[in-house]
């Protein structure tokens, strides 16, 4: 098969992990590649590989129909307008109706567990852009990523620090999995020659208690680590206090708030069935980053 593929925030983390494995994993021929961000010259590396290079600008819908064109799959990965509310999901409503326009056969797009009922502050803008997609009439791949294990490195290394983990998720558990690791299945995914609508939930093979993650940090950094339960304004004033924007602050409390109700403890093994392989464990990713986290 030598469809075309393109990936939208390609100069992001999570785009540059996803065309990494597309070139070195699974060996996709670089000129099948179409990487497309805001600003191309930051793929000048990947230029030089002989993937194509594109500018997309989501803040520019009309732009969007030429951007995707000749483009047989298109991975739309979820945008970071969070601080501004329906900003992220007007963005990715234009990209699917652009997608249209251009003749795009299959979208797949990077959405999050259950976003259904959840508490999570911008669950509804990956909700909605699931429906547009459905909508749409255009084949789709719903990749649903579990919270990253990488999103613990924000805070850890302060918390390793002073020695306390404020949470307000009490005795809920989430199945997380690496940022890397969903770039593999996402990868996987665009590489394949599958073209059935299909929703997957990538999450890793276990679910964790906060405490859980602080005694395995604890035991690989060798520093004392108390977890420290505290209720959402407690937590949203701690956050306040640190200094992050309001709708940061926002975000963490209804992400806790969505652990302590049990909407993020969701195990399957849709990452095993798109790699064949075993998702990184909570050790692992740990001593990876032990340096990171010692700060």
Request: aromatic share 6%; hydrophobic share 45%.
């Given at each position: 098969?030598?469809?075309?593929?393109?990936?939208?925030?390609?100069?992001?983390?999570?785009?540059?992990?996803?065309?990494?494995?597309?070139?070195?994993?699974?060996?996709?021929?670089?000129?099948?590649?179409?990487?497309?961000?805001?600003?191309?010259?930051?793929?000048?590396?990947?230029a030089?590989?002989?993937?194509?290079?594109?500018?997309?600008?989501?803040?520019?819908?009309?732009?969007?129909?030429?951007?995707?064109?000749?483009?047989?799959?298109?991975?739309?990965?979820?945008?970071?307008?969070?601080?501004?509310?329906?900003?992220?999901?007007?963005?990715?409503?234009?990209?699917?109706?652009?997608?249209?326009?251009a003749?795009?056969?299959?979208?797949?797009?990077?959405?999050?567990?259950?976003?259904?009922?959840?508490?999570?502050?911008?669950?509804?803008?990956?909700?909605?852009?699931?429906?547009?997609?459905?909508?749409?009439?255009?084949?789709?791949?719903?990749?649903?990523?579990?919270?990253?294990?990488?999103?613990?490195?924000?805070?850890?290394?302060?918390?390793?620090?002073?020695?306390?983990?404020?949470?307000?998720?009490?005795?809920?558990?989430?199945?997380?999995?690496?940022?890397?690791?969903?770039?593999?299945?996402i990868?996987?995914?665009?590489?394949?020659?599958?073209?059935?609508?299909?929703?997957?939930?990538?999450?890793?093979?276990?679910?964790?208690?906060?405490e859980d993650?602080?005694?395995?940090?604890?035991?690989?950094?060798?520093?004392?680590?108390?977890?420290?339960?505290?209720?959402?304004?407690?937590?949203?004033?701690?956050?306040?206090?640190?200094?992050?924007?309001?709708?940061?602050?926002?975000?963490?409390?209804?992400?806790?708030?969505?652990?302590?109700?049990?909407?993020?403890?969701?195990?399957?093994?849709?990452?095993?069935?798109?790699?064949g392989?075993?998702?990184?464990?909570?050790?692992?990713?740990?001593?990876?980053?032990?340096?990171?986290?010692?700060?």
């Amino acid at each position: 098969m030598s469809s075309t593929l393109l990936v939208t925030g390609a100069a992001g983390q999570l785009g540059q992990r996803i065309i990494h494995h597309l070139l070195e994993t699974y060996k996709v021929a670089p000129g099948r590649i179409i990487a497309a961000t805001r600003s191309p010259e930051k793929l000048a590396d990947l230029a030089a590989k002989g993937v194509v290079t594109r500018k997309a600008d989501f803040d520019d819908a009309a732009t969007l129909p030429a951007a995707f064109a000749g483009v047989d799959l298109l991975l739309i990965i979820s945008t970071d307008a969070l601080a501004v509310p329906g900003l992220r999901l007007k963005q990715q409503t234009a990209a699917v109706e652009a997608a249209k326009k251009a003749g795009v056969k299959h979208i797949l797009y990077t959405s999050m567990p259950a976003p259904e009922g959840s508490l999570v502050s911008f669950a509804p803008d990956h909700l909605g852009t699931e429906n547009a997609i459905k909508a749409s009439g255009i084949g789709y791949t719903i990749l649903r990523d579990a919270w990253y294990f990488d999103n613990y490195l924000l805070g850890l290394p302060h918390s390793l620090e002073v020695g306390k983990w404020y949470t307000a998720t009490g005795n809920g558990r989430v199945s997380n999995i690496s940022r890397n690791d969903c770039a593999l299945a996402i990868a996987a995914a665009l590489a394949s020659d599958e073209t059935e609508n299909a929703t997957y939930t990538l999450t890793g093979s276990t679910a964790f208690t906060i405490e859980d993650v602080a005694s395995v940090v604890s035991k690989i950094t060798g520093r004392p680590l108390e977890v420290v339960q505290v209720n959402d304004e407690q937590f949203a004033a701690g956050l306040t206090g640190a200094g992050l924007p309001k709708f940061v602050v926002d975000m963490l409390v209804s992400a806790d708030a969505n652990t302590r109700a049990g909407k993020f403890d969701i195990l399957t093994n849709d990452f095993n069935k798109l790699t064949g392989k075993e998702p990184q464990t909570l050790r692992s990713f740990v001593e990876e980053h032990k340096a990171a986290l010692a700060g």
